[in-house]
T-cell receptor, first 108, second 116 residues
Framework: SQQGEEDPQALSIQEGENATMNCSYK?????LQWYRQNSGRGLVHLIL?????REKHSGRLRVTLDTSKKSSSLLITASRAADTASYFC????????FGEGTQLTVNP | EAGVAQSPRYKIIEKRQSVAFWCNPI?????LYWYQQILGQGPKLLIQ????????DSQLPKDRFSAERLKGVDSTLKIQPAKLEDSAVYLC??????????????FGQGTRLTVV
């Protein structure tokens, strides 16, 4: 069974707007990771946040983690058309387990 | 550095036939994963190796799927016999260490399997 659940399933925004995706999970974790997948391609790692961290930044990406609520969010600021892709959270303990993903469409 | 290599990229077979996929992970990576991704869904972990030992294969349909990791390096995933519902992209990934040690996974391009 999948560990994480992303919300929303699909998100459509205009270029320049911010995009926020949420992930909830069920069991304790060592870290939580976010990946991106362009259509028909493999997944690319974006950012990893450890269980003892609350917030992490990387370029236009901001990730938060709330272990008490078992949830995480990914914020992409000043979105671009090239950000159009599926975004997945993955929880890591003994296994690396993915959620169902959020399909983000950024319209030019 | 070279990435994770997978072959073939595409495969079309008839149901009840057998098929094999090959994966060459990044050199030195101890952990290797096989995922099944059905269109519109997230990757589902089939099997995870640590060096040449199996860490988790709880979601591998063992009546038809098998996997091995040769000498802790390359890996093959086999399906025999294939069913229509096996149509999916099969992704191989590797990471330097066990995922709980805060290492990222690197993915190959995947093999798209169509069973007709």
């Amino acid at each position: 069974s999948q560990q994480g659940e992303e919300d929303p399933q699909a998100l459509s925004i205009q270029e320049g707007e911010n995009a926020t995706m949420n992930c909830s999970y069920k069991t304790s974790i060592n870290n939580l990771q976010w990946y991106r997948q362009n259509s028909g391609r493999g997944l690319v790692h974006l950012i990893l946040i450890r269980s003892n961290e609350r917030e992490k930044h990387s370029g236009r990406l901001r990730v938060t983690l709330d272990t008490s609520k078992k949830s995480s969010s990914l914020l992409i600021t000043a979105s671009r058309a090239a950000d159009t892709a599926s975004y997945f959270c993955a929880t890591s303990g003994s296994r690396l387990t993915f959620g169902e993903g959020t399909q983000l469409t950024v319209n030019p | 550095e070279a990435g994770v290599a997978q072959s073939p990229r595409y495969k079309i077979i008839e149901k009840r036939q057998s098929v094999a996929f090959w994966c060459n992970p990044i050199s030195g990576h101890a952990t290797l994963y096989w995922y099944q991704q059905i269109l519109g869904q997230g990757p589902k972990l089939l099997i995870q190796f640590q060096n040449n030992g199996v860490v988790d294969d709880s979601q591998l349909p063992k009546d038809r799927f098998s996997a091995e990791r040769l000498k802790g390096v390359d890996s093959t995933l086999k399906i025999q016999p294939a069913k229509l519902e096996d149509s999916a992209v099969y992704l191989c990934a590797s990471s330097l260490e066990y995922p709980g040690l805060n290492t990222e996974a690197f993915f190959g391009q995947g093999t798209r399997l169509t069973v007709v």
